[in-house]
């Protein structure tokens, strides 16, 4: 079992930063490819970035490509998204997820999430 913890969410004005950080325990932290998915209200759950077990490979969704960075540190057992540019439609609930596979488009495990409003 790894036990996801996110946090970093909050109301931030458009064109602002945010980041997002997300602990995990329970296994070995490097064993897991980590992601970052996010849900809009009304809307399906989406990929937003990936990063692989090492940190050496990164995806990232066309939408946030060029203002969203994610990283880890093996070391601290954490993951993170560093957010700029904030726009609007980036207003949902931020998930981060653990898979044994790159890239961790069905991940096996879940974060209960955090909220980021992004207010124009």
């Known amino acids: 079992q790894v036990l996801l913890v996110e946090s970093g969410g909050g109301l931030v004005q458009a064109g602002g930063s945010l980041r997002l950080s997300c602990a995990a325990s329970g296994r070995t932290f490097s064993n897991y490819a980590m992601g970052w998915f996010r849900q809009a209200p009304g809307k399906e759950r989406e990929f937003v970035a990936a990063?692989?077990?090492?940190?050496?490979?990164?995806r990232y969704a066309d939408s946030v490509k060029g203002r969203f960075t994610i990283s880890r540190v093996n070391a601290n057992n954490t993951m993170y998204l560093q957010i700029y540019s904030l726009k609007p439609e980036d207003t949902a609930v931020y998930y981060c997820?653990?898979?044994?596979?790159?890239?961790?488009?069905?991940?096996?495990?879940w974060g209960q999430g955090t909220q980021v409003t992004v207010s124009s």
């Open positions: 990063v692989s077990k090492s940190g050496a490979l990164t």
């Open positions: 997820a653990a898979s044994l596979v790159y890239p961790p488009l069905n991940p096996t495990y």
